[in-house]
């Protein structure tokens, strides 16, 4: 059967949470975010969409075209503790299992043929599992890559099922077409545009030297490869057992630290969440920046002190985020806890102050409490709102 590769995404997934927490809003348009002219839209319900909403745009534009929305904060330890519901889910249908961020994965079901001979009665399966046990649908993509089964689970959205067969993904970025292939922002596509390149089938007639000479060696080489349908290997490799990790990816680009840096605060929350749930405390903390030429960039540092709490993780972050950005638009967005060990070790309560030890105990409560159903929100620092 060759490689199979599922992409599990969580449809308008904090809408989706709100909306399954509080009935009354199904059916309206909802957005996830503090109205206000330096917040953004976190993301949005698919009746908000109608109205040309879509996540990490300024509230002041989200609310100019859909006046009548909800806003509601987001509570990200409410959406963590869902995303782990699922995950878990997920993670028991096949070994094979990469998360990618809070709310999508992506599964390597390679040689499973015995247990799932068809796929898509398999991937039928996982959504109705996920579906029954937390009132949430999913978007499945099933591919030979898991760049393919990125874009196909997103090409039937909400609650949708695409399958592409293994030699077909020509065909299938065809009919994706140009402007909506995962990796094209819209500096890269007015480029394209320029040259008179407005489809797949005009990209493909460019050799790969040439688009190396005329974007770059990284991004021609991207584009050769996505027009292709071969997969660029952004997400590529095993899963790591001694890190954990969260990504956001975003379409328009996002630009400026505050905006950025309202992300990290998000992010910060629910991989010490994780980290918490695996009994795990990080040495290293590090960021990845994807620009929207596709040149990516990576920094980490390693206090001397433990990294205690989401607050520590946070504010390192905003520190890597200072030294790297460099002001221009940002496709992806990561953050990354590494060196784990144990969080009972005794060579750490040396190092640990009364106040870290409380708010360690503190995040504990929090995540024993969601587990179990309650909405807790913390104070301070990671309950205030962003500062857009």
């Known amino acids: 059967m060759g490689e199979v590769f599922f992409h599990i995404d969580l449809d308008a997934f904090f809408a989706s949470v709100e909306i399954l927490d509080h009935p009354e809003y199904k059916g309206k348009p909802l957005i996830i975010g503090t109205p206000g002219p330096r917040h953004v839209a976190s993301t949005c319900s698919y009746e908000a969409r109608k109205y040309g909403v879509h996540s990490a745009m300024p509230m002041t534009t989200a609310l100019k075209l859909c006046p009548d929305a909800i806003c509601v904060p987001g509570r990200m330890k409410r959406y963590s503790e869902v995303s782990r519901n699922v995950m878990s889910i997920i993670r028991l249908f096949a070994p094979g299992f990469l998360q990618v961020s809070v709310d999508e994965a992506f599964l390597d079901l390679t040689g499973m043929e015995r247990i799932y001979p ?18 949430l649908t999913v978007s499945i993509g099933v591919a030979a890559s898991r760049f393919i089964a990125k874009l196909a ?13 293994a030699g077909k993904e020509e065909l299938f970025v065809d009919s994706v077409g140009l402007k909506k292939l995962w990796g094209i922002g819209s500096s890269t596509l007015k480029s394209l545009e320029k040259r008179g390149i407005t489809t797949t089938q005009v990209l493909r007639k460019y050799p790969e030297s040439e688009l190396r000479r005329i974007f770059g060696e990284s991004s021609g080489e991207y584009l050769y490869k996505i027009a292709r349908g071969i997969d660029p290997g952004i997400y590529q490799g095993e899963v790591k057992s001694r890190s954990i990790s969260t990504e956001e990816t975003f379409y328009p680009d ?11 605060l998000e992010m910060s929350q629910e991989v ?5 749930e695996e009994k795990k405390v990080p040495r290293t903390v590090g960021i990845k920046l994807r620009y929207g030429d596709f040149s990516t960039t990576s920094v980490q540092i390693t206090p001397k002190r433990p990294i205690y709490s989401s607050s520590d993780v946070y504010s390192l972050s905003q520190t890597l985020l200072r030294d790297r950005y460099n ?9 990354v806890l590494s060196g784990l060990y144990s969080g009972e070790d005794v060579e750490q309560r040396d190092f640990f102050s009364e106040k870290e030890e409380k708010e360690r105990k503190l995040e504990k409560t929090i995540l024993s409490l969601s587990q179990k159903g309650s909405k807790i929100v913390k ?7 962003p500062h857009l």
């Open 118 to 135: 068809l796929p898509g009665k398999a991937a039928r399966k996982l959504k109705e599992m996920i579906k029954q046990e937390t009132g």
């Open 254 to 264: 996002v630009y400026g630290y505050d905006a950025l840096d309202s992300y990290l």
């Open 272 to 276: 010490m969440f994780r980290a918490l």
């Open 327 to 335: 002001g221009e638009g940002v496709r992806l967005l990561g953050i």
């Open 153 to 165: 689970s997103d090409y039937r959205k909400p609650d949708g099922l695409t399958i592409v067969p």
């Open 379 to 385: 104070a301070g620092t990671l309950s205030r709102e």
